[in-house]
T-cell receptor
Framework: DADVTQTPRNRITKTGKRIMLECSQTKGHDRMYWYRQDPGLGLRLIYYSFDVKDINKGEISDGYSVSRQAQAKFSLSLESAIPNQTALYFC??????????FGPGTRLLVL | DQQVKQNSPSLSVQEGRISILNCDYTNSMFDYFLWYKKYPAEGPTFLISISSIKDKNEDGRFTVFLNKSAKHLSLHIVPSQPGDSAVYFCAASPFFGSSNTGKLIFGQGTTLQVKP
């Protein structure tokens, strides 16, 4: 079984809709991250959480919110989706400062 | 402002030859550097890393070189294999022990194609 899982894997939604992307991990790591990947821009950090009570904005947090429900779960919400939020979204986890482990990604299309 | 740059969007090499992927950075606070590999429909996977106290780290066919004065790192794959065909991202992390530790800044990625 995968250590980091993301649901859904693919999602199509309409402008203005609220959508939630979910991430779960079985690695027992305290730190979790949300990134988005866009062609030509690499991966950019949206939000990160170093433990359940610690949540921080990344480079591009506008239009997004997160919830850390437990050590193992970190959800990303788009409150009112817009077309330029169409991207590939990745969740990642890490043990303190060390290597990050990524989930398989969620491909989101906002029409 | 792109703090980590991979200026070559793509690279094509013949099987058995060396692949050299390059990465430049601008922030002197970066202390730790990583390379990730990504196949289509999968998340990035960690490949190799290097701390700023070293100038070289080797793991099998993969070697990362760091030139701090030039703010440049490179990944060498020798010999290249068709299974190495993927997108490669370099990433950098701020000063170990700072409040920013653990946050990675990624480059744009380089697509490597290894031809049989």
């Amino acid at each position: 079984d995968a250590d980091v899982t993301q649901t859904p894997r693919n999602r199509i939604t309409k402008t203005g809709k609220r959508i939630m992307l979910e991430c779960s991990q079985t690695k027992g790591h305290d730190r979790m991250y949300w990134y988005r990947q866009d062609p030509g821009l690499g991966l950019r950090l949206i939000y990160y959480s170093f433990d359940v009570k610690d949540i921080n904005k990344g480079e591009i947090s506008d239009g997004y919110s997160v919830s850390r429900q437990a050590q193992a779960k970190f959800s990303l919400s788009l409150e009112s989706a817009i077309p330029n939020q169409t991207a590939l979204y990745f969740c990642a986890t890490s043990e303190r400062e060390e290597t990050q482990y990524f989930g398989p990604g969620t491909r989101l299309l906002v029409l | 402002d792109q703090q980590v740059k991979q200026n070559s969007p793509s690279l094509s090499v013949q099987e058995g030859r060396i692949s050299i992927l390059n990465c430049d950075y601008t922030n002197s606070m970066f202390d730790y550097f990583l390379w990730y590999k990504k196949y289509p429909a999968e998340g990035p996977t960690f490949l190799i890393s290097i701390s700023s106290i070293k100038d070289k780290n080797e793991d099998g066919r993969f070697t990362v070189f760091l030139n701090k004065s030039a703010k440049h790192l490179s990944l060498h794959i020798v010999p290249s294999q068709p299974g190495d065909s993927a997108v490669y991202f370099c990433a950098a992390s701020p000063f170990f022990g700072s409040s920013n530790t653990g946050k990675l800044i990624f480059g744009q990625g380089t697509t490597l194609q290894v031809k049989p």
